[in-house]
């Protein structure tokens, strides 16, 4: 085989490894988005009311919680529970599938405190 067709072929084994994300990418794009991980490790110990889990998480805007809140109950990761309808009031709570994240975010924390990011 030639320089060339060794470049050829690399190349193209290169666009197909990119057809299809990999298992990390696919991981990210569940738990990867602003605030779902710190939305999990919250809801880790039980239940959580929507006003307290925003408080919680300090800098992120009822509408971005909310936005958050919503597609993690899509994917899954997180359950709504109506409290009272009169005021309005849910809770959340972190399903098995998000629960099973937890570890993930572990090592992701304390690989973040080790170099001090």
């Known amino acids: 085989m030639t320089v060339a067709e060794t470049k050829v072929k690399a190349a193209r084994e290169r666009e197909e490894a990119c ?6 990418e696919r991981g990210m794009r569940i738990i990867g988005g602003k605030w779902k991980g710190s939305i999990l490790w ?10 307290e889990l925003t408080r919680q998480l300090g800098g992120a805007s009822k509408k971005m919680v909310d936005q958050r809140l919503k597609e993690m109950e899509q ?7 109506v409290l009272s309808t009169r005021p309005i ?27 001090q990011l």
């Open 19 to 24: 057809l299809t994300p990999c298992p990390i």
């Open 42 to 51: 919250h809801l880790q110990d039980g239940p959580m009311r929507f006003n």
């Open 75 to 81: 994917q899954g990761l997180v359950s709504r529970h």
């Open 89 to 115: 009031a849910v809770a959340y709570e972190i399903t098995e599938f998000g629960r099973s994240s937890l570890a993930v975010l572990d090592q992701l924390r304390a690989w973040a405190e080790q170099h």
